[in-house]
């Protein structure tokens, strides 16, 4: 300020290594977005707009889910490496850990309401590449009741399955309804700018377990239900 005299130290700190794939990521998907804005002439006013669509996305927590919506189906087919095996899925939000043991298979902890259609689901755990049993596999099965609500207090419509020497499997529980996910957030917000619904077709979720390892997590989907082909997960 002029009052009495001073230096100024620049210090140059190291910058901290190069994480190559990190790099290598970003300068793709910046040269894929600037292909974007070139193609459809994007003003720089629908850049801030944009800008700001994602921080009201990041201060409502839904980033994650997101980029799940577009992307993760991709990547499981990417990466999963499964071909003539089950398809991996999503695991969604609603997955907790120590669900309780169901003997007889039965999910319901509260009676089916009046009208709720209920179904005997049963099936082999095997290994892809041998059609052999897996040997300690345990069903984690949770999901939707017929109203499309998840119990998240009790452990309503969900639990763990021991399956038999043969890897049989047998359980009882409600017929999930397709649910709408995000109709006040800005994932709704996208999707109604763009006229789709944000509906999850009917489906249970699934994992399998062999001591502590989760060998598969996946989606088994209702036959027949009206959101099968517009499922708003990609």
Same mark, same amino acid.
């Given at each position: 300020?002029?009052?009495?005299?001073?230096?100024?130290?620049?210090?140059?700190?190291?910058?901290?290594?190069?994480?190559?794939?990190?790099?290598?990521?970003?300068?793709?998907?910046?040269?894929?977005?600037?292909?974007?804005?070139?193609?459809?002439?994007?003003?720089?006013?629908?850049?801030?707009?944009?800008?700001?669509?994602?921080?009201?996305?990041?201060?409502?927590?839904?980033?994650?889910?997101?980029?799940?919506?577009?992307?993760?189906?991709?990547?499981?087919?990417?990466?999963?490496?499964?071909?003539?095996?089950?398809?991996?899925?999503?695991?969604?939000?609603?997955h907790r850990v120590d669900s309780p043991v169901?003997?007889?298979? @039965?999910?319901? /902890?509260?009676?089916?309401?009046?009208?709720?259609?209920?179904?005997? %689901?049963? *099936? #082999?755990?095997?290994?892809? !590449?041998?059609?052999?049993?897996?040997?300690?596999?345990?069903?984690?099965?949770?999901?939707?009741?017929?109203?499309?609500?998840?119990?998240?207090?009790?452990?309503?419509?969900?639990?763990?399955?021991?399956?038999?020497?043969?890897?049989?499997?047998?359980?009882?529980?409600?017929?999930?309804? @397709?649910?709408? /996910?995000?109709?006040?957030?800005?994932?709704?917000?996208?999707?109604? %700018?763009? *006229? #789709?619904?944000?509906?999850? !077709?009917?489906?249970?979720?699934?994992?399998?377990?062999?001591?502590?390892?989760?060998?598969?997590?996946?989606?088994?989907?209702?036959?027949?239900?009206?959101?099968?082909?517009?499922?708003?997960?990609?």
């Amino acid at each position: 300020c002029g009052h009495r005299p001073c230096c100024i130290e620049i210090m140059n700190k190291p910058l901290p290594p190069v994480n190559q794939r990190v790099k290598q990521i970003f300068e793709r998907v910046v040269e894929q977005l600037k292909e974007v804005v070139t193609e459809f002439e994007i003003t720089q006013d629908e850049l801030h707009a944009a800008g700001d669509y994602f921080n009201r996305l990041g201060q409502s927590g839904f980033c994650r889910s997101l980029i799940d919506v577009a992307l993760a189906m991709t990547s499981v087919d990417a990466t999963a490496r499964t071909q003539g095996s089950t398809r991996p899925n999503l695991e969604g939000p609603f997955h907790r850990v120590d669900s309780p043991v169901r003997d007889n298979g @039965d999910l319901f /902890d509260l009676p089916p309401a009046s009208g709720t259609p209920t179904v005997n %689901l049963s *099936g #082999r755990i095997t290994d892809a !590449a041998s059609g052999e049993p897996l040997a300690g596999a345990v069903l984690d099965v949770w999901q939707a009741d017929h109203n499309g609500s998840y119990d998240l207090e009790q452990w309503h419509l969900a639990g763990r399955i021991t399956p038999d020497a043969d890897g049989r499997y047998a359980l009882l529980t409600a017929v999930p309804r @397709d649910y709408s /996910d995000h109709d006040n957030d800005p994932i709704g917000e996208l999707f109604s %700018l763009m *006229g #789709r619904h944000n509906r999850r !077709a009917a489906h249970i979720h699934c994992k399998i377990w062999i001591g502590g390892e989760c060998v598969l997590t996946t989606q088994l989907f209702i036959e027949g239900n009206a959101y099968l082909g517009s499922d708003y997960v990609e």
